[in-house]
């Protein structure tokens, strides 16, 4: 039997799950305050033969052993967990079923902080992972699409939690763009698994 819908047949069916509230105000607030004292760094990125600075900080932080590398140029070596962010990742872990092996964090400065159209493909990854994005601070669009299709966005708030799940990075694209609109600071931190250093 045909299930009657309230969407339009062209409404993506996306392989992500959106928690808003997945912490509560005050531990969001506390969480953003120790992201803000975590060890970011200003990156560079080779884009057309020119070294250009990625436009957002970044910090790594994970299991030892757990090196990363995107598109190519940008190298990560993780730091130790923090106690708050090994708690997040085994709450996290807890009502999702994925595991995580290392923590990538973003921090958009202003409205010109972005992250470009992109999948989490790397190979120290594994096939198909699961990433958990867990968003501090301003509230800044987010969109995805599938590789032909036409972006949905999400604003992702203060304290939420994002889960891309297996198989999202190899039929979907993603982004935060830049904004005309004054923004303040958002931290973003993604739960990654890692096949290295066992
Ligand atoms: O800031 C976000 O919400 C997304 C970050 C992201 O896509 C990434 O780090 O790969
Ligand atoms: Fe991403």
């Known amino acids: 039997m045909q299930q009657l819908t309230l969407f339009g047949e062209s409404t993506p069916i996306l392989p992500v ?7 509560s105000l005050q ?7 120790h ?10 990125i080779k884009m057309v033969g020119k070294i250009i600075p990625v436009p957002r900080l970044e910090c790594i932080y994970g299991d030892k052993g757990c090196d990363y590398l995107y598109s190519n140029s940008v190298f990560l070596r993780p730091l130790p967990w923090t106690d708050s962010l090994a708690q997040l990742r085994d709450r996290i872990t807890a009502i999702t079923g994925y595991e995580f092996r290392i923590v ?7 409205s010109q902080d972005s992250i470009g159209w992109h999948a989490d493909k790397e190979p120290s990854m594994g096939n198909n992972p699961a990433i958990a994005s867990v968003s501090l601070g301003a509230v800044r669009k987010f969109q995805i699409k599938s590789i032909t299709g036409k972006p ?19 039929t979907h694209v993603h982004q ?12 973003n931190v993604t739960f990654r698994p890692h096949t290295g250093g066992k």
């Open 17 to 23: 799950t959106y928690y808003p509230n997945f912490l």
């Open 27 to 33: 531990e969001a607030n506390e969480l953003y305050q």
């Open 35 to 44: 992201c803000l004292q975590l060890e970011w760094q200003q990156n560079y």
């Open 104 to 110: 990538i964090g973003n921090q958009y400065r202003s």
């Open 152 to 170: 949905t966005d999400f604003w992702l708030e203060h304290g939420s939690l994002l889960i891309m799940h297996p198989g999202c990075q190899s």
């Open 176 to 187: 935060v763009p830049k904004t005309n609109k004054f923004v303040n600071t958002r931290i």
